[in-house]
């Protein structure tokens, strides 16, 4: 099974709108981590914002903020007034408690295109 | 801080040649992971080490794929013998247990 589902093989928005990439997660373990990277066409792996399982608050980094509803096991990824620049593919990623928080398991990954 | 550093950014080869990718991680960094990255099959982990030691290598796709860390400061993946459903751009990333990840540029491989 899947441990990390991101349906949305490409998302567009227009300039200074925002977007919401979404994200469900499969899991037995109550301790756990959730990541977002992002990855522009150049390559490398960016790392966005981190949600603990037991975090009672969403996390919230600048435009970026994780809308966390752990009974739905979703970890939506939101950006506001969405730039040019946030154009690239964003992956969401899990690690659980029974591998040490270490493993970091991928989705498939959103393309976002930004548009004018 | 340097980060993460990987060698050769990019490699062409052909079909049966040994191909040698490398990792430099962060200092003081205690893990460090292989990732590769394809269309088809998205981020995949390879292996990952702690302090040195292989943790869990059941993303090794087959026997021609090995990696070692013979320090703190070196990792290596090897593919020997190549094929072109190798190509593919492989990552590496060390993290502390912080659990943030840090990735390198990554290495694009083209087999031939």
């Known amino acids: 099974a899947q441990k990390i589902t991101q349906t949305q093989p490409g998302m567009f928005v227009q300039e200074k709108e925002a977007v919401t990439l979404d994200c469900t997660y499969d899991?037995?373990?109550?301790?756990?981590?959730l990541f977002w990277y992002k990855q522009p066409s150049s390559g490398e792996m960016i790392f966005l914002i981190y949600q603990g399982s037991y975090d009672e608050q969403n996390a919230t980094e600048g435009r970026y903020s994780l809308n966390f509803q752990k009974a739905r096991k979703s970890a939506n990824l939101v950006i506001s007034a969405s730039q040019l620049g946030d154009s690239a593919m964003y992956f969401c990623a899990m690690t659980e408690m029974n591998t040490g928080f270490q493993k970091l398991v991928f989705g498939t990954g959103t393309r976002l295109l930004v548009s004018p | 801080d340097a980060g993460v550093i990987q060698s050769p950014r990019h490699e062409v080869t052909e079909m049966g040649q040994e191909v040698t990718l490398r990792c430099k991680p962060i200092?003081?960094?205690?893990?460090l992971f292989w990732y590769r990255q394809t269309m088809m099959r998205g981020l995949e982990l390879l292996i990952y080490f702690n302090n040195n030691v292989p943790i869990d290598d059941s993303g090794m796709p087959e026997d021609r794929f090995s990696a070692k860390m013979p320090n703190a400061s070196f990792s290596t993946l090897k593919i020997q013998p190549s094929e072109p459903r190798d190509s593919a751009v492989y990552f590496c990333?060390?993290?502390?247990?912080?659990?943030?990840?840090?990735f390198g540029e990554g290495s694009r491989l083209t087999v031939l």
């Open positions: 990333a060390s993290s502390s247990n912080t659990g943030e990840l840090f």
């Open positions: 899991t037995s373990d109550q301790s756990y981590g």
């Open positions: 200092s003081g960094h205690d893990y």
